[in-house]
């Protein structure tokens, strides 16, 4: 099973709420990864966990909140966006960082979520 | 610092046609690893092939290849017999070991198949 999921897969939101994006992969990854991703943009790079601990932030602002519960699962819970937030969101896994064969190094993407900020 | 270039934004080729993205990248770094990722319109960004850069031979793929210039810095993709499912961005990206995990993404060219 190479599959990442996501859960929502639109989300709107105000300026004002709580909410949670969540990322799950059973593919025993022990790297798992979110993006920003804007329309005709490559993704951008917003935080790594690796062996379920925070290992790249890429000086993402306080409202994205990242948050690893185990090895399988990966929240990004958000608080006090802005519309400029509105995009879609990526999350990917990978075998980790340990090992040097060629197919540890592949991300596998999930299908996003796609925020929108009002 | 690595960078990845795309320099076609946009191209378009009748179904069964080949065509061949370019892609350049500019490193410091001897063992990485290249990839071209394929993201349909509002579908999942899966991968499409992948290349080792101490591996001479030219990954394939299907109707996928590569074209691999090491000392050129050069991986372009070759897509043979064109299909209309073949519509997609399709992203070059770089990573090596020594990069934190991280994935250089390039521009992405907007490839179109037509009827």
């Known amino acids: 099973d190479t599959e990442v999921t996501q859960t929502p897969k639109h989300l709107v939101m105000g300026m004002t709420n709580k909410k949670s994006l969540k990322c799950e992969q059973h593919?025993?990854?022990?790297?798992m990864y979110w993006y920003k991703q804007k329309a005709k943009k490559p993704p951008e790079l917003m935080f790594v966990?690796?062996?379920?601990?925070?290992?790249i932030n890429e000086s993402v602002p306080s409202r994205f909140s990242p948050e690893c519960p185990n090895s399988s699962l990966l929240n990004l819970h958000l608080h006090a966006l802005q519309p400029e937030d509105s995009a879609l969101y990526l999350c990917?896994?990978?075998?980790?960082?340990?090992?040097?064969?060629?197919?540890?190094?592949?991300?596998?993407f999930g299908p996003g979520t796609r925020l929108t900020v009002t | 610092a690595q960078t990845v270039t795309q320099s076609q934004p946009e191209m378009s080729v009748q179904e069964a046609e080949t065509v061949t993205l370019s892609c350049t990248y500019d490193?410091?770094?001897?063992?990485?690893?290249l990839f071209w990722y394929k993201q349909p319109p509002s579908r999942q960004m899966i991968l499409v092939i992948r290349?080792?850069?101490?591996?001479?031979q030219n990954a394939t793929e299907n109707r996928f290849s590569v074209n691999f210039q090491k000392a050129a810095k050069s991986f372009s993709l070759k897509i043979s017999d064109s299909q209309l499912g073949d519509t997609a961005m399709y992203f070059c990206?770089?990573?090596?070991?020594?990069?934190?995990?991280?994935?250089?993404f390039g521009q992405g060219t907007r490839l179109t198949i037509n009827p």
């Open positions: 990917a896994s990978s075998q980790g960082p340990s090992g040097h064969a060629p197919g540890e190094w592949e991300q596998y």
């Open positions: 593919m025993g990854h022990r790297a």
């Open positions: 966990y690796s062996y379920e601990k925070l290992s």
């Open positions: 490193t410091s770094e001897s063992n990485y690893y």
């Open positions: 290349q080792e850069a101490y591996k001479q």
């Open positions: 990206a770089f990573t090596a070991p020594q990069g934190a995990q991280k994935l250089v």
